[in-house]
């Protein structure tokens, strides 16, 4: 009986530890969209990981590339999350961004652990649903 209870208490602690993972990783993601519909790109910047910051060099650049090539990222309609997954070892939040149009878009963005916390370290567009591929 006391092992049964250990192993309830220890799942409830991983759940509860993954909701907690996904919670950060999620809040992460929509105030890096929120800081982009204020183009404010220097918040904005403060969630890429240290190597997409250096490959941008600055915020003004990171924020010309997300309005030119992820403009539904820069001024979405709505935003919902989807499943978090691990990928060859990598972590993938999967999002639905709608753009002002109505036009839906699939997106994963790669998330990174950092001693200050979650960061982006890339976004992949997919086929939206309904799409041809």
Known sequence: MRHLILSLILGLGLSLSAQAQNDEIQSNIQAQIDAFK?????TAFTFASPSIQRLFG??????????????????????????????????????????????????????????NGWKINGVQILDAPGSAV
């Not at 600055?58 to 924020?63: A, I, L």
């Open 38 to 42: 204020s183009d404010d790109f220097a």
């Open 58 to 115: 600055t915020p003004e650049n990171f924020g010309a590339m997300v309005r030119n090539g992820y403009p539904m990222v820069w001024r979405p309609a709505d935003v919902r999350f989807l499943e978090l997954r691990e990928v060859a070892g990598q972590l993938w939040q999967k999002v639905i961004i709608t753009d002002a149009a109505g036009n839906l878009h699939v997106l994963d963005y790669q998330m990174v652990d950092f001693e």
